[in-house]
């Protein structure tokens, strides 16, 4: 590549690498001007902007092999075409910059072919739908069509997805309307008043069920860490408990039991715990549930006797 020769075909003060402000976006079909340009000249039309583009590129330029295809047209108006463009697909604005929108449309379609139905009419009374269960295999087709720029441009790409995802959403909730002022508003409504009367008509129950169920609760947390304390024989009791399960025809109750004792490790093993202040703490397994059992039967106790005094 002759820099030099490159240097002086391409005219430095006729371009421009910064964009132009504009009070709003352009639509499709506009034309776009640099305001140094519309205070010279008067703003031109689509048809006369859109020859700067395309057509057989100057075969002076491709010489240089310059990767900027520029036609007769736009050598013989340099300034217009380098001062104006045209929009050929809509624009949105995005933090204050405006960008092409590419939306694609999909074009869902669906045939049954078991039975064959490719040539038979929507209308005719022996047409069976896709989705219907007669249907045992079908023809499914997928077409996309957008109208896009020759050139990747994957943020408008992405910025169509958008809008069509919006427009979409919009769509669908427009349909559902009626359902979410139904079910979304009203439904709460009753639901909320059905709770309140609820509460009204058993709260005694609601209560004295929270209160059971965690009294129950610690007493069954501290009973199990007491079994792992190593303060009881837990072999004998687990047998005494899966006999007693198995007399009053709770099988499956004793067999969860003897499965519990036979999964369970009850050995004494060393524990190091490790703070972020460096503080390291060693102890063993025996001794943590001691500490647990202590303090679920403490805060049993104190429950049932607030229960029973309040």
Known sequence: LDIYSLMDAIDFDLLNLTGVCVHSCPQQYDVVCTSDYLELYPKPTLSEVSQCQGGDPVSALLELAINIPKNQY??????????????????????????????????????????????????????????????????????????????????????????????????????????????????????????????????????????????????????????MSGYFDTEVITDWLSSVASSIGLESLATAIEVWYNSTTFENENISVSSDFGITVTTDSETLWRVGAFSLSFIFLIVVILTIIV
């Open 74 to 227: 736009f050598l013989d108006n340099p300034i217009m075409c380098a001062s104006c463009w045209p929009v050929w697909l809509e624009t949105t604005d995005v933090f204050f910059r405006c960008f092409d929108i590419i939306t694609t449309f999909n074009d869902f379609n669906e045939v049954c072919t078991h039975p064959d139905m490719t040539n038979v009419s929507v209308s005719d009374p022996s047409y069976i739908a896709a989705d219907d269960n007669r249907c045992l295999t079908k023809h499914v087709a997928n077409y996309y069509d957008s109208e896009e720029l020759t050139y990747d441009n994957p943020l408008a790409k992405l910025l169509g997805v958008v809008m069509a995802s919006l427009n979409s959403a919009a769509s669908d909730a427009e349909n559902s309307m009626l359902l979410i002022l139904g079910v979304g508003i009203g439904g709460a409504m009753c639901l909320g008043f059905l709770y309140i009367l609820f509460l009204r008509l058993c709260a005694g129950c609601l209560i004295w069920s929270t209160i059971t169920a965690f009294i129950t609760f610690l007493a069954g947390s501290a009973c199990y860490c007491w079994l």
